[in-house]
C-alpha cells in the first residue's frame, strides 16, 4: 500500500512563501499523478494543485501566479511551492495520487495525513 507524507507546513507571515514536499513509500510516484488539496476548518476539501506523471501541470484559477507544483523524480517528491501567502490560505494540505490527474478529491485513492499551513497576519 502506498503511504503519502507530507512536509514544509508551518507558521508563516502574510506574504511569506512556504514549499511543501509530499513523497511516498511503497511507490515511485514518477508513475502517478499527484495532487495537492487543502482543507481549512469548516470548509471542503478544496483543489490546490495537480502534476501529471507525464509533467503536466494544473493549478486553480485563484491560486495561478502564487502557487506551482513540480516533481523531483530522483528525490521521489512533488513540491509545491506557495508564494505571496495569504491568511486564507491556512489550511491543512494534503497530497494525494492516482493514475491520472484531476481536480476531483473523490477520483484519488491514497492520501497522505496532512501537513498544517498557518498564516499570519
Known amino acids: 500500500q502506498v503511504q503519502l507524507v507530507e512536509s514544509g507546513g508551518g507558521l508563516v507571515q502574510a506574504g511569506g512563501s512556504l514549499r511543501l514536499s509530499c513523497t511516498a513509500s511503497?511507490?515511485?510516484?514518477?508513475?502517478?499523478?499527484v495532487g495537492w488539496f487543502r482543507q481549512a476548518p469548516g470548509k471542503e476539501r478544496e483543489f490546490v494543485a495537480a502534476?501529471?506523471?507525464?509533467?503536466?501541470?494544473d493549478v486553480a484559477n485563484s491560486l495561478k501566479g502564487r502557487f506551482t507544483i513540480s516533481r523531483d523524480n530522483a528525490k521521489n517528491t512533488v513540491d509545491l511551492r506557495m508564494n505571496s501567502l495569504k491568511q486564507e490560505d491556512t489550511a491543512v494540505y494534503y497530497c494525494?495520487?492516482?493514475?491520472?490527474?484531476?481536480?476531483?478529491?473523490?477520483?484519488?485513492?491514497?492520501w497522505g495525513q496532512g501537513t498544517q499551513v498557518t498564516v499570519s497576519s
Open positions: 502534476i501529471s506523471r507525464f509533467g503536466d501541470t
Open positions: 511503497g511507490r515511485t510516484l514518477s508513475r502517478d499523478a
Open positions: 494525494a495520487s492516482q493514475g491520472y490527474i484531476s481536480r476531483m478529491p473523490a477520483d484519488y485513492a491514497d
